[in-house]
RNA sequence: UGGUCCUUAGCUCAGUGGUAGAGCAGCCGGUCGAUAACCGGCAGGUCGUCCGUUCAACCCGGACAGGACCAACCA
């Protein structure tokens, strides 16, 4: 109240002057009613309504000051509670602010940094603003204009640090022009968002929001009222208030000066080393700069000091909340010093969520902190549970989706370890095998691990990492576990050890453990330092570290497209075989599927490619034999046992009759198979043909699987 | 209140204007030479809600709800 200049009306709102037991009074009309109840008045005739507008500059009585204030009209004017008629000190708040500039209202400080009012003050003078308020009120109620007091609680600003509410002064300040001044052809305004233009942005809606950040911003407010923080070296004149004409030079003398000594050069020097003789009628200001200049000078304080480092940045990297500041401040103190952005790309995440999209707090229960994680699971498992997630959006968090990131990790881990394990024996420069000696299953697989390199490569360069870690786990689930290591097996244990069937394998393999380990080297960073030292055969200490590596360069297939083609046929077949092969497990028929024997019957370009496959087609089913015949005549039509299949693939499905039978051979103890038993050697009576020819013979001869 | 964005199976994520996909989890089974593993099968979603555009929408437009971050307001 002693600051008041002014009451503000809405100027489309109707206002309705009431005559009561205590006079006439101006209210908004929609609030009259409760108005009057709750100064306990009647109203004995109403006049009105008019509109607002129309009460514009009316003069009224300050209702404890010798002083007139002005009706002003503004649209901040709202029906929520009150009289529709707003109390308005220019000082106190950004709404009376701006209405009090319009109205070119005085903006009186009647209040010190402590808030007690000023010596100068009537009737509240060196009273705190708390203390001052019953003595306001009582002044009101004396000069019989309180209509009514009632304590009321609603939601008001308070310190974030002390709770306590907080009280609201204009101040002086000093500002960076975003539009005023123009240079290189534009505003700062004009070259920031051509900055932001030429900037990456990761992801891509990043850019909308900085646009617009940069767009609506005000003019940069750079001055704060802390006793803390990097000065402003600014002096202004004591009675005028205006800066003192050699402010730019003497920043400069100051700037070097604490570069020298430190902050305390600032503090330490009188003000006629900078000013001279006009020291006396310049004050320095105490005022300090917004922090976060501090932070968006990093280009300047570091990217161009250290020789290491460039400038611009190859990429920012904050959470999303740096867009209003370090992302933005970056930028606008780099665009007025070079004219363009400190970095080439920005990348922003969002913020840890719990498991419902949540945000963590203490009072409700859901933190997970990082380094209990890391206790618990170790590195790794933290940094595959960042490399899973979205981190564009929030990053959920919870004890489920921890439980389901260690399950990717052993699928992982248990991978690297089959892989090893069969290299344990394996010297790529003596034992390895160029593409062209491998079976056609093994380039093939070299083919699907450059398609997941490309994918991975990709990933990797747009930091979407959980593209990278989902393609890597089916990979090692699908393509490998499920397909190529299953069916691998066979030739790994039973051909003979140095058998280019075998070699050829371990060739394979040895590429893609060596593509493998890299990939997943930048989230499981220990896993793939242990997996590199066992492939040199040495510990850990010892050892190169894959991070000195770049990524695999695989081999190239020749006529890679046939050969994938053909493949992934034989891989839906296997599918579909195994699939059908589940009714004889159910009914109790077979156990593995080694049990069974498969007849497939085709014609055409099917039958003449089952041929081609020779008897490596039962080692891609899995089962003990399996036969290929030209269909008969009766194809298709329904027999019992024949089941009729379609096999999808490039040039359309093929169709042909899958019939299988539970084996009546003896079950091989060396290879699993069951086969009848051949017996040419008398030591080894129970070993099958083929294994007998591995170790005893000149081996089989695989080209396919 | 304004700005930017998110919402697809229990979980993490794909996805295309035209019958919804994967991995993991679940259930059932197999195997026992990746075993604090491995293999197979099955089940599971009105793609946040509502309204539009369209012959046709999870995919386009709008509104709403819930959530995240930023900025503001609270007489």
């Known amino acids: 109240m002693p600051a008041n200049r002014g009451v503000s009306v809405h100027p489309e709102l109707g206002y309705e002057l009431v005559e009561t037991a205590r006079g006439l009074l101006l209210l908004q009309e929609t609030l009259r009613a409760a108005a009057m109840q709750r100064y306990g008045l009647e109203a004995q005739r109403v006049w009105g309504p008019c509109r607002g507008t129309d009460l514009e500059g009316l003069l009224l009585r300050h209702p404890f000051l010798d002083r007139e204030v002005t009706v002003l009209v503004g649209t901040h004017v709202t029906v929520d509670a009150g009289t529709g008629l707003v109390h308005t000190a220019p000082a106190h708040g950004v709404d009376d602010y701006q209405i009090g500039r319009r109205y070119q209202l005085p903006v009186d400080n009647l209040m010190d940094d402590r808030g007690v009012f000023l010596p100068e003050v009537p009737l509240v003078a060196g009273l705190k603003v708390w203390a001052a308020n ?148 310049y004050r320095a200001l105490t005022d300090t700069l917004d922090v976060w200049f501090d932070s968006g000078s990093t280009h300047a304080a570091v990217l161009r000091q250290r020789p290491e480092l460039g400038f611009p940045a190859q990429l920012y990297l904050e959470g999303s909340d740096q867009h209003r500041g370090w992302f933005q401040s970056s930028l606008l103190t780099s665009v007025a010093l070079h004219g363009h952005a400190p970095y080439e790309a920005l990348l922003t995440h969002g913020f840890v969520v719990d498991g419902q999209g949540r945000k963590m707090s203490k009072s409700l229960g859901n933190v997970v902190v990082p380094q209990t994680v890391m206790k618990e699971l170790g590195a790794d498992n933290l940094r595959l549970w960042v490399a899973s997630t979205d981190y564009s959006g929030e990053l959920c968090l919870s004890r489920e989706i921890l439980d389901r990131v260690v399950e990717a990790y052993r699928r992982l881990r248990n991978t690297l370890r089959f892989l090893l394990a069969n290299l344990g024996d394996f010297d790529m420069a003596h034992d390895g095998l160029p593409p062209e000696s491998w079976l056609t299953l093994d380039r093939y697989a070299l083919v699907l691990t450059r398609q997941v390199d490309e994918v991975v490569r990709r990933g990797y360069d747009s930091y979407e990492f959980h593209g990278v870690t989902q393609r890597l786990l089916t990979f090692c ?51 793939a330092e242990e997996v590199w030292a066992t492939l040199q055969g040495k510990t850990v200490e010892a050892a190169s570290s894959v991070f000195l590596e770049s990524w695999h360069e695989l081999p190239v297939v020749t006529e890679e497209a046939v050969l994938s083609a053909r493949w992934d046929r034989w891989r839906a077949l296997r599918e579909e075989v195994r699939r059908h092969l589940e009714p004889l497990r159910t009914a109790g028929a077979i156990g593995s599927s080694l049990q069974a024997e498969v007849t497939l019957r085709a014609g055409g370009e099917a039958l003449e490619a089952l041929q081609s496959l020779g008897d490596d087609l039962r080692f891609l089913l899995l089962t003990s034999a399996a036969r290929v015949e030209a269909w008969a005549d009766d194809i298709g039509r329904a027999r019992s046992g024949i089941t009729l299949i379609e096999i999808p693939g490039a040039e359309g499905n093929w169709r042909m009759e899958l019939e299988m039978v539970v084996s009546q051979g003896h079950k091989c103890p060396r290879c699993w198979h069951y086969r009848e038993v051949v017996g040419e050697h008398p030591d080894h009576p129970g070993l099958c043909d083929r294994c007998t020819s591995n170790l005893f013979g000149a081996g089989e001869v695989r080209h396919h699987a």
């Not at 990761?202 to 609506?216: K, V």
């Not at 069916?487 to 058998?499: E, F, N, Q, V």
Request: glycine share 6%; with cysteine; aromatic share 10%.
């Open 134 to 281: 019953d003595v306001v009120i009582e002044a009101l109620r004396e000069t019989g204009h309180l209509m009514a007091h009632k304590p009321l609680e609603h939601s008001y600003p308070h310190c974030w640090r002390h709770k306590t509410p907080i009280i609201f002064r204009a101040t002086s300040q000093w500002f960076i022009v975003m539009d005023g001044v123009e240079r290189n052809g534009g505003t700062l305004r004009a070259e920031a968002r051509r900055a932001v233009d030429a900037t990456r942005f990761y992801p891509a809606w990043g850019h909308a929001r900085l646009s617009a950040m940069i767009e609506n911003r005000p003019d940069w407010c750079v001055s704060r009222q802390r006793v803390w923080g990097v000065p402003l070296p600014f002096f202004v004149h004591r009675e005028t208030g205006v800066l003192h004409p050699d402010t730019e030079h003497i920043a400069g003398q100051v700037a070097e000066a604490v570069s020298v000594r430190g902050i305390e050069a600032w503090f330490s020097t009188p003000a006629e080393h900078w000013l001279g003789a006009d020291a006396d009628h």
């Open 477 to 527: 689930s699908e393509d490998l576990g499920a397909f190529y290591l299953d069916i691998l097996k066979d030739r790994l244990y039973t051909a003979p050890p140095g058998s280019q069937a075998r070699r050829a394998a371990q060739s394979a393999l040895w590429h893609i453990t060596q593509a493998l380990t890299r990939w997943l080297a930048p989230v499981l960073t220990f896993t």
